[in-house]
């Protein structure tokens, strides 16, 4: 049963609403990087106010990590809180209740210059990666639930369009023109408030998840009515009909904990899919290709490389913008596919064009279309796609855990990867992208065999896809099997 939908303008105005918080955790992400040199300079000069000397080189760039790190902290803790919220307050006013959490995060790191504390701006950062962990888990979760069937993945992707939004944000702010200056890059942090209030005075106006509303509190009558004004049709009767469907199978399971998600072999298999598609994107390398790009584009002779690092974020941009428009053609399994091959074979010319470098002069052009390369497929498969089949992978009752479980091991790889990385740039150089590679086509394997189509399926017929193969006893599982019951009637799998 595929219940189909339009896009409406309450349905737009929901989703663009709830997408504001992934243009927080974007922006936050990227915040950091532009005004590296600067923030330094302030950590020396209020050391050496502090103490009358200046700080050691080690101390530097432990606090330097700190700060970074911190918000990856504070994103697993965020993260793995989701389900305390969601089903206690519903999902409109959990995302309006964390823009508490950017009010105070904003003015810690706005008033550390002021204040002449480090140790601010770090609780700041530590405090936006609590909101910026929740917002992961709301805002997919939102707007899955709020969207029709036949426009799901597309909706979905808005996400990941917001987040490479807020990088590319941050990555125009950032510029010493315009607020990555030693005067006005707290304001630069700051600058978080603004869309928090944005969305304190828009989420009022918008409903809550029909669907939460409906399984979770059995208010049929308001579900029913916020369904008619988001698919703009007094013809609903499929939706409440697959959403009652759901709710009866609910009823007849028992509350869903982490812990259960991998006890129960209905829960083990989607919970683990789930987890491999957050390693995919994280693992993937794409946190090293823009470590390493500003480096690349210095040695290809292009005289402001950060506004080359900055063309980076706009082939970001314009790629999810893509994969927002043919994931519903064509489905989120080929898509990953491609992006996960993708970036494999430009990981391996980025390794051959960064390992002759010095010798051919020509090759750090190859090592530059090799960096768009790599973030455009990044952008049509592993950045979008992991982020909302979570939703998809699980019934109203797991969702909210799985959410959990999938957003921990999502920044939990992030802070792996942001503390290890630099370590293991120093052993290998380039060849660190061979690492990559070998992970890709990993990933790349896992999802060719493990992770089935939900194009076209409703959130029970994925649940109940998942129960048929559980039932059948793991000797008799097999992924050709499981493909067969989830992916439907579609014949482009």
């Known amino acids: 049963m595929e219940c189909s939908g339009q896009v409406t303008p309450q349905l737009m105005m929901a989703a663009g609403t709830a997408v504001i918080g992934s243009l927080q955790f974007g922006y936050n992400t990227g915040v950091i990087n532009a005004p590296q040199n600067i923030i330094e300079s302030f950590y020396n000069e209020t050391w050496s106010s502090r103490f009358s000397e200046p700080i050691s080189q080690g101390t530097l760039t432990g606090l330097w990590s700190l700060s970074v790190a911190i918000f990856s902290v504070g994103g697993m803790f965020g993260s793995f809180s989701v389900g305390l919220f969601v089903n206690r307050f519903g999902r409109k006013n959990s995302m309006l209740m964390a823009n508490m959490l950017v009010f105070i995060a904003a003015a810690f790191m706005g008033f550390s210059k002021l204040a002449a504390s480090f140790e601010m701006l770090i609780i700041g950062r530590f405090i936006v990666g609590l909101y910026s962990g929740l917002s992961t888990g709301f805002v997919p979760m939102y707007v899955e639930e709020i969207s029709p069937t036949n426009l799901r993945g597309a909706l979905g992707t808005l996400h990941q369009l917001g987040v490479v ?48 509303l409906l399984i979770n509190c059995n208010e049929e009558s308001k579900a029913r009515s916020i369904l008619v004004k988001l698919r703009g049709t007094d013809e609903v009767t499929e939706d409440m009909q697959e959403m009652k469907e759901e709710s009866q199978q609910m009823m007849r399971e028992k509350t869903v904990t982490i812990p259960e998600l991998f006890r129960s072999p209905i829960y083990r298999q989607p919970i683990f899919v789930a987890i ?26 292009v005289s402001q490389p950060v506004y080359a690092t900055i063309g980076a974020g706009v082939v970001n941009t314009a790629f999810t913008v893509v994969s927002l428009f043919v994931v519903e053609r064509v489905g989120r399994r080929p898509l990953q596919l491609t992006g996960l091959m993708g970036m494999a074979v430009s990981a391996v010319f980025l390794t051959v064009a960064m390992a002759l470098l010095d010798q051919v002069r020509w090759m750090s052009y190859i090592s530059i279309v090799a960096i768009f390369s790599f973030v455009a497929f990044f952008e049509i498969g592993p950045g979008p796609i992991p982020w909302f089949i979570v939703a998809e992978l699980f019934s109203q009752g797991p969702r909210p855990a799985a959410f959990a479980v999938a957003g921990f091991s999502n920044w939990s790889a992030n802070f792996l990867v942001g503390m290890g990385f630099p370590y293991v740039e120093q052993l290998c150089g380039p060849y660190v992208f061979i690492i990559f590679t070998v992970l890709l086509l990993g990933f790349f394997t896992f999802t060719y065999f493990k992770v089935p189509e939900t194009k076209g399926l409703t959130f029970d017929e994925i649940a109940a896809g998942f129960r048929q193969s559980a039932g059948q006893g793991a000797d008799k599982y097999s992924a050709p099997e499981e493909f067969n019951t989830l992916r439907g009637d579609d014949p482009d799998l």
Not at 280 to 299: D, K, P
């Open 165 to 212: 939004i807020g990088i590319l944000m941050a990555q125009i702010f950032g510029t010493e023109s315009i607020l990555g200056n030693a005067f006005l890059w707290p304001l630069l942090l700051a600058f978080t408030l603004l869309p928090a209030v944005l969305q304190c005075v828009l989420l009022p106006l918008c409903p809550e998840s029909p669907r939460y």
């Open 276 to 301: 491999m598609m957050q390693l995919s994107q994280q693992l993937s390398g794409i946190n090293a290709v823009f470590y390493y790009s500003t480096g690349i584009f210095e040695r290809a002779g």
